[in-house]
């Protein structure tokens, strides 16, 4: 290719010659995960300081109740409130670990939307699910778990063929491809609204599932593809006509495999400034193509 071959490049005036190992990259995923941290640590020194305030508690967490007397606000605070550690790491986690990936994809403005969106979701189906049973589900909720799950159900809608490792109790490892992950998911949720059990929010992860999901089915592609069919989700998140010359007789679904998954992997494991200008491009371009109608 004609772009790789030293006396083709175009001088790269900008770049540093010395690349520091560590460098910090802005990103809305790192702004929600500071966000939930900054707004955990108020609910701590709240508790501790303050006891007799209850606004943290009364307020800002989603319940029937509150929507009932008008608090719609809720179905976004609650987002950002988490009951303990356990509670914010494992979301925060996953988040991380998913959120990079989709946000360099979707740009930021549908990252959020789809975060957000799938929060919405996620707390109108756990209301729903307080007025059916009140005995299990009424009760003021706190967690991004419904976005996390929203997150998770774009992921395996994108790249329903990624392999994954789960580490089962941070220990055992489980090897499964993304759209095992999301089907489990499921039906663990399922399971969960059926049977409740515990202080767990079975139904607000079932609808931020359900919203991650429609997002990328509706929203980003607006056609009828079904989940179970190996890369039919991304083919018109990616350009349908070439990025460069030398990909002009690939097919999406070819393109996908060959460019933008190992793209994206060397993010994962070496920062995007590892990325070649050809590299960029390509994904610029990908990026582009989403926000098209």
């Known amino acids: 290719m004609l772009e790789d071959r030293d006396y083709m490049r175009q001088p790269e005036y900008n770049e540093p010659r010395w690349t520091p190992r560590f460098r910090f990259h802005w990103s809305w995923t790192v702004v929600l995960l500071a966000a ?9 020194l709240t508790e501790r300081f303050f006891p007799a305030q ?46 990079r990936e989709v946000e360099s994809l979707l740009g930021g403005k549908k990252f959020l939307a ?19 049973w009140p005995q299990y589900f009424d009760g003021p909720m ?4 419904a976005c996390a799950f929203g997150l998770v159900a774009a992921f395996a809608m994108i790249f ?24 489990g998911s499921a039906v663990l949720a399922v399971a969960g609204v059926a049977f409740p059990m515990g202080n767990v929010a079975n139904a607000a992860h079932l609808g931020g599932m359900a919203m991650g999901w429609f997002f990328v089915r509706t929203i980003l592609r607006g056609d009828g593809s079904r989940l179970v069919g190996a890369r039919r989700p991304a083919d018109n998140i990616l350009p349908r006509r ?27 494991a070496h ?10 491009d390509i994904l610029e371009t990908a990026r582009k193509k989403i926000g098209r109608p």
């Open 36 to 44: 939930y941290a900054a707004v955990f640590l108020s609910e701590r």
């Open 271 to 280: 920062g995007i400034q590892s990325l070649t200008p050809r590299e960029r």
């Open 114 to 132: 789809l975060m957000f969106s799938s929060g919405i979701v996620g707390g109108v189906f756990q209301v729903l699910a307080a007025c059916v």
């Open 142 to 145: 706190v967690g991004a778990s």
């Open 160 to 183: 329903p063929e990624r392999e994954l490792t789960m580490l089962i109790l941070f220990v055992i490892p489980l090897h499964m491809r993304a759209k095992t992950l999301l089907i």
């Open 54 to 99: 209850s606004f943290f508690f009364d307020y800002l967490p989603l319940s029937k109740t509150g929507l009932e007397h008008g608090y719609v606000w809720q179905l976004l605070t609650y987002q950002f409130m988490h009951a303990g550690w356990l509670h914010i790491f494992m979301n925060s986690w996953v988040i991380y670990v998913f959120g």
């Open 242 to 268: 070439p990025v460069l010359e030398p990909l002009a007789e690939k097919t999406a679904a070819s393109f996908v495999e060959s460019e933008v998954d190992p793209i994206l992997d060397k993010i994962s």
